[in-house]
């Protein structure tokens, strides 16, 4: 790591800390600690890569009164190698096989099982159905019965499993106040792409991924060299194309309540207990993607009154951008899984976004959306939107600010401010677009602002 004192910290699926690493941050002799989280397009060594990136302006950002302590945030994500992160894989990098078809290469197989463990033979029988590509609706049924497996989600469809147990545990958990909100606004429901029929489900993420540019139609390449995107007709064949997204992103439903369960029950206690014994020590939380979900829904174990977290700085950010929201616009009655807590930050919410993010602006509203949606499956609903996508929604009083206008005119003492950060946020590749395009100075300088550590 290029700058220091760095520390790691740890935890498991379950948001257990390992208490060595914890014990570590606890030492660290600084007056402002920055705790960054990774997302879910990370193993360990990529997260690390991330903070040594991230970091490295720091240092000549911060004001001399700052000793300053980097804590990169550990937990169990995974990477889809065929992914390229800019900056990270070489120009042109297309990762995955070479002919582009939806087949499995053998990162991603390797990680799919450390990441769903002992369910080998279910992955292997889905990474033959990608490779083989039947034209068979009999096939189609059984691969999603067997994403629905992997993603935990019963045999009715009614109900993902959960730490909690049941639908009516978790419900009573949720009424009660300590339940993480696994559903964006804490709905029972589950995704449609685990409900609805197969066939349909993969013809949108077929759909949805040729508008990004990121498939073919039949497994050849174009005549240019480059890639061809995918045709209105190609029977069954093509769909497959589309299965492969459906597995990503029921990989992507199961870090989702990931991130919660770390955020609340594993960063927010640990960071509590650290204010407890160094009651000066100022934390600046700085979360990426679903690592942005994290870090948010570790305040939900800040008491309120506790002025130690002195900023929040969200980057393209994996959840509701109706998340802070006291009101949702389409049902009156109740708030975002959030509301409230930005007021546990003494100090400002920043939630950059930006349209260049193919993953948030295409294809979250769809694995987001719920089942037993009126609207049907397909087509845009503002719903399901996402805080790295388009920033805050619903909250009145939230300002909107340019990047540019942002780092020259200051950001807000309090509150949640959106900064559309497209600017620098604008590279990569399909599918996730400039999902990860992250590692830029503007942004540092966008946290030091916040957390008012400037020189």
Known sequence: MGVGPYVELTFDAQGDVDRASRDAVGRLDVTDLLVFAHGWNSD????????????????????????LGYVGVVWPSMRFSDEPIPDFDPPGLRPGPADGSPALDSGTRRALGA???????????????????????????????????????????????????????????AEAGTAVAYAEEGAVDVPAMFTADVLEVCRVFADALAEAGGTVADGGAA???????????????????????????????????RAGVVGERGLGPALVELSRSRPELRVHLVGHSFGARVVSFALRAVPDGWGFVKSLTLLQGAFSHYAFSERLPHDRG????????????????????????????????????????????????ARWGAIGHDGVQALPGAPRLTLDAALREGLPGAGCVS???????????APSGAHSDICHEELARLVVSAGRMWR
Do not use: I
Request: glycine letters at 12%.
């Open 44 to 67: 360990r060594s990529t997260a690390t890569r991330l903070y040594e990136r991230f970091f490295a302006p720091f240092p000549r950002l911060v004001g001399p009164g700052v000793r």
């Open 115 to 173: 990441f769903w463990p002992g369910r080998e033979a279910e992955l292997d029988r889905v990474a033959q159905l990608l490779s083989e590509r039947p034209e068979s609706v009999a096939a189609f049924a059984e691969f999603g019965a067997l994403v629905r497996e992997l993603a935990g989600v019963d045999e009715a469809a009614s109900w993902p499993r959960s730490p909690a147990g049941t639908a009516a545990a978790a419900t009573a958990e």
């Open 223 to 257: 005549p240019d060299g480059g890639v061809r995107e995918l045709s209105p007709g190609g029977g069954l064949r093509r769909l497959w194309n589309g299965g492969k997204e459906v597995l990503r992103q029921a990989a992507y439903y199961e870090m989702k309540k």
């Open 334 to 381: 109740r708030g975002g899984a959030l509301r409230g807590v930005q007021r546990r930050v003494d100090g400002p919410v920043v939630a950059c976004h930006s349209d260049r993010d193919t993953a948030l602006k295409v294809f979250y509203p769809l694995a987001s959306r719920m089942a037993g949606d009126s609207a049907g499956f397909a087509g845009f609903d």
């Open 419 to 429: 900064v559309d950060a497209a600017s620098v946020v604008r590279r990569g590749g």
